[in-house]
């Protein structure tokens, strides 16, 4: 297993690319399913998780060619025909459920693996009853058996009125991906609206899906019989900006990030702006310089976009330990996403946990220390704690960071950080 060896603190200056966003890459990949034709996607993310889901596809009966820089991909239909999503394809990420949605549309069966990816909620787990339950209403039949869902449909999925009782991304996703082949119309109400849900639904509508987005939360589909070729650019990826624009805050360093639309992530700029950092945006770039001195804040809570991403919590949790004063952050979508703190507390983080409240206290300075990755954010987490510690750290279980972030070392190095891989 791969670690990092960090030597800080560092101080980041230049320019940083971001990738394609692997949140978008991974529905849009599942719904692939769907078509007969061929579709080209560009700007994929080179991050594991896409690698596991082109495997995934490729087990299912899709031919998948990719560009020598492996940033475009092609995809086509074979003649085989496999139904089965095995334990082993999707063990590692949470998105493999996703295929079930277009699986059940296109073929009417499917066997899925329940699926893997972060433990984010300790013991309670990562449920998927929503997508279950919904794709039932559309007229999906399944029975648990062994870890696996076999799911079926008599005849073509139906379309039907759908209110989420709460708002989750992944069942938004593949209820969308579902009611794209149903018969009849779809309404679903309560959806989870992140750009990246967005990103699935332009491509869809390129292959000529009819998709419409009505008032806030509410999506109409009106089934069609087939997808038509499309070729189809990935957003750029949200969480990997926001955990840059954090570091260019924490390490009172200076970045220019280019490849992404600002205006989708106003809500994290707004609070690097009430920390003290300086951020200017252009149409597709961010220039932010960080404060000489961090404001606390005591108020933030993660929410479903567009409010503050539970998937930026553990790195902001970083730069408010080295703020002036006691800061607090409430975690509402994964009660128990706190694994990250046990890790920064060996660096000398003072952080409280009260139900799913944490409290920071500022002013700390971090000392390198040996850290262990429990999850895909947290990992990033801990890499830029290093960053800004004094002397050594190691990050062990760098896989997780491998699982969404391109390249993180070689773009860190990039920007003046310390870092090296330390391959076993
Ligand atoms: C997606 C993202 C993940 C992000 C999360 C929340 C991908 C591949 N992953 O995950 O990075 O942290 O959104 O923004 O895009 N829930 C249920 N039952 C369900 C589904 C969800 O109880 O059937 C609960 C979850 O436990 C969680 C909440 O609903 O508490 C939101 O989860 P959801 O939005 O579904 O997250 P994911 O799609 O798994």
């Known amino acids: 297993m791969d670690k990092f060896l960090i030597k800080g603190p560092c101080k980041v200056n230049g320019t940083v690319n971001i990738?394609?966003?692997?949140?978008?890459?991974?529905?849009?990949?599942?719904?692939?399913?769907?078509?007969?034709?061929?579709?080209?996607?560009?700007?994929?993310?080179?991050?594991?998780?896409?690698?596991?889901?082109?495997?995934?596809?490729?087990s299912l009966g899709s031919k998948i060619v990719l560009s020598k820089n492996k940033r475009t991909v092609k995809i086509t239909k074979t003649k085989k025909k496999n139904f089965v999503a095995s334990y082993s394809s999707v063990k590692t990420m949470r998105a493999g459920?996703?295929?079930?949605?277009?699986?059940?549309?296109?073929?009417?069966?499917?066997?899925?693996?329940?699926?893997?990816?972060?433990?984010?909620?300790?013991?309670?787990?990562?449920?998927?009853?929503?997508?279950l339950n919904t794709l039932k209403k559309l007229g999906m039949q399944y029975e648990i058996k062994k870890g696996y869902i076999f799911a079926k449909t008599k005849a073509k999925l139906k379309g039907n009125f759908i209110k989420f009782p709460k708002i989750s991304v992944g069942a938004t996703e593949n209820?969308?991906?579902?009611?794209?082949?149903?018969?009849?119309?779809?309404?679903?109400?309560?959806?989870?609206?992140?750009?990246?849900?967005?990103?699935?639904?332009?491509?869809?509508?390129?292959?000529?899906?009819?998709?419409?987005?009505?008032?806030?939360?509410?999506?109409?589909?009106?089934?069609?019989n087939n997808l038509k070729e499309t070729k189809?650019?990935?957003?750029?990826?949200?969480?990997?900006?926001?955990?840059?624009?954090i570091l260019a805050a924490l390490t009172k360093g200076n970045l220019l990030i280019k490849n992404f639309k600002p205006k989708l992530i106003q809500t994290e700029l707004s609070f690097l702006k009430k920390v003290g950092a300086s951020v200017k945006t252009f149409k597709n770039e961010i220039q932010i310089k960080g404060p000489k001195q961090i404001k606390s804040i005591n108020n933030i809570s993660t929410k479903e976009y567009p409010g503050f991403p539970t998937d930026l919590q553990a790195q902001f949790m970083v730069l408010l330990c080295k703020a002036n004063g006691i800061s607090k952050i409430t975690e509402k979508i994964f009660q128990s996403r706190f694994i990250h703190v046990m890790?920064?507390?060996?660096?000398?983080?003072?952080?409280?946990?009260?139900?799913?409240?944490?409290?920071?206290?500022?002013?700390?300075?971090?000392?390198?220390?040996?850290?262990?990755?429990?999850?895909?954010?947290?990992?990033?987490?801990l890499v830029l704690a290093a960053i800004s510690a004094k002397g050594k750290s190691i990050v062990s279980r760098v896989y997780h960071c491998d699982r969404g972030y391109e390249k993180f070392e070689d773009k860190l190095k990039r920007i003046g950080v310390n870092i090296k891989r330390i391959s076993s």
């Open 19 to 58: 990738s394609g966003s692997k949140n978008a890459a991974l529905p849009i990949l599942a719904s692939t399913i769907l078509f007969d034709k061929p579709v080209i996607l560009e700007n994929l993310p080179r991050v594991k998780d896409i690698d596991t889901m082109l495997s995934l596809l490729e």
């Open 97 to 131: 459920v996703l295929v079930l949605g277009p699986m059940i549309a296109k073929h009417h069966k499917s066997i899925t693996s329940f699926p893997g990816g972060c433990v984010l909620n300790g013991n309670s787990g990562r449920p998927i009853n929503y997508h």
């Open 175 to 224: 209820l969308i991906m579902a009611a794209c082949l149903a018969k009849g119309k779809t309404i679903l109400k309560n959806c989870a609206i992140e750009p990246e849900i967005k990103d699935l639904t332009n491509f869809l509508r390129s292959a000529g899906a009819k998709i419409k987005w009505v008032g806030k939360r509410t999506c109409e589909i009106i089934g069609v």
């Open 232 to 245: 189809y650019s990935i957003m750029g990826d949200r969480i990997e900006t926001g955990t840059f624009c």
């Open 343 to 381: 890790e920064l507390q060996r660096l000398g983080a003072k952080i409280n946990i009260k139900n799913n409240t944490a409290t920071i206290e500022g002013n700390t300075e971090f000392k390198g220390a040996e850290l262990m990755s429990s999850d895909l954010r947290a990992s990033a987490a």
